[in-house]
């Protein structure tokens, strides 16, 4: 439970509020890399409340320009990408992608475009993602060096998809274990029919719906496990889900192959972004990729029939909390279906919009099912006191070892869920000797 101001200040991103400038405290994705090619008109890009346009220069570097002219504010979508830079079409100014002014024609003065700097912002690319830090350039960050980000573009594949709702309710259905066998019990109940790595190692959690649940502050974040006693024909056992909360808005899975960026477009609408990877599968090729789109339920035909694309998203004729989602009720009757809805994303994101586009949070009643919930909000909190009393927010500035961070999951014999952690980590580093 959180009273008004204490949940304004955990979910809103614009550049004058505490959370806003918490996040711009670290580079975060923007769009997939092969989105953007060269000869690309420029692109709209909303982060954090703020718009942008995305193009690249004819060497191919990547560049991100404020939506408004550094001249008189015309905007930079209507603006012209031309061979080195960008060229805003009232008056000519041209820019390239580190805000060097290219030209100014409407000025007889020569000197004067280099006394300007252009309204860009820095963009790196990795992993097959742009990257952007929208923060006081004094204060940018070591660039976070992931493992995935080394592997062949084919072993990585890359989806983006946008909900109509605040960030941290997105977040939220990503450190609670306990939705798994309720919300999405047919998908998993399915998943034991599919010869698919991701559908076996989740069909276990149907069998214990409570599960215990614990959670590890760190450096970065925290890591949240949840705990299942498990009895079936393999014997009575324990088995734990450890995913890792990456602050500010990352979270990584038990499985340790899939890598989720929830980056708040502005208050009320948010962009989901997973990076699903795999050390030796071309997952990124046919036909696994259309095999893991089609279990997870991220095509393109999906996003656009729910309204999760940046085209569809807020159109009266896609499923939304006025037409209650679509839900089918007759399956629902019948049993075939228990949330009515056609797969896990639509879902996920039936239950994150439905509660509001940002939720109020003065009359939840969190529950011990929610321990990573409330650890969520401290920690996205701690981020935002830190950044406001001029201290570095959580995994900025402290040496983090990006390779060593990561979810994971094992049967527990006596040991702590906290032990196997360290013991990947172990196996990580000899396999890096
Ligand atoms: S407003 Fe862009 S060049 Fe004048
Ligand atoms: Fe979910």
Redesign the pocket.
């Known amino acids: 439970m959180l009273n008004h101001d204490s949940n304004q200040r955990l979910c809103r991103v614009g550049p004058d509020d505490a959370m806003g400038l918490a996040m711009r405290r670290y580079w975060l994705p923007f769009m997939a890399a092969a989105e953007l090619a060269v000869g690309d008109d420029p692109r709209g890009v909303e982060l954090l409340g703020e718009r942008f346009v995305a193009w690249r220069d004819d060497s191919g570097r990547a560049g991100l320009y404020h939506q408004h002219c550094l001249h008189r504010g015309a905007s930079m979508r209507l603006a012209r990408a031309e061979g080195d830079g960008l060229r805003c079409i009232y008056h000519g100014w041209k820019f390239a992608v580190d805000g060097t002014v290219l030209d100014t024609p409407n000025v007889a003065d020569p000197k004067f475009k280099e006394r300007i700097q252009g309204r860009t912002f820095p963009v790196r690319e990795a992993g097959g993602l742009l990257w952007t830090y929208l923060g006081p350039r004094a204060q940018e960050p070591q660039f976070p060096h992931w493992p995935w980000m080394d592997l062949p573009d084919a072993q990585r594949l890359i989806t983006r998809h946008v909900e109509e709702c605040n960030f941290v309710q997105v977040i939220e259905?990503l450190v609670d274990s306990s939705?798994?066998g309720l919300?999405?019990m047919n998908g998993l109940q399915q998943s034991g029919d599919v010869d698919l790595g991701f559908a076996q190692k989740v069909n276990s959690m149907q069998r214990n719906l409570a599960p215990r649940l614990d959670v590890q502050d760190t450096d970065f974040g925290f890591y949240y496990a949840a705990l299942r006693e498990i009895e079936d024909e393999q014997g009575a056992r324990t088995e734990a889900r450890i995913a890792a909360f990456v602050a500010p808005c990352c979270v990584l899975n038990p499985n340790g192959d899939i890598a989720t960026f929830v980056v708040p477009m502005d208050d009320e609408r948010t962009a989901f972004i997973h990076i699903f990877w795999s050390e030796t599968q071309a997952l990124n090729r046919e036909p696994l990729r259309s095999q893991h789109l089609e279990f997870i339920g991220l095509t393109p035909a999906v996003l656009d029939a729910f309204g999760l694309t940046d085209e569809t998203l807020g159109r009266a004729d896609r499923p939304n909390p006025r037409n209650h989602f679509h839900q089918d009720r007759a399956a629902m009757r019948q049993g075939t279906s228990w949330s009515g809805l056609p797969g896990?994303i639509e879902?996920?994101v039936a239950a994150s919009v439905s509660a509001g586009a940002l939720r109020d949070r003065q009359h939840e009643m969190l529950s011990i099912a929610d321990v990573g919930v409330t650890r969520l909000y401290r920690t996205l909190l701690a981020c935002a006191d830190a950044v406001e009393q001029g201290r570095a927010p959580l995994g900025i500035g402290r040496g983090v070892d990006w390779s060593q961070v990561q979810g994971t999951h094992g049967v527990l014999a006596s040991e702590d869920w906290r032990d196997l952690i360290a013991r990947r980590q172990e196996t990580e580093s000899e396999g890096a000797a």
């Open positions: 259905g939705h798994l919300l999405h896990l879902e996920d």
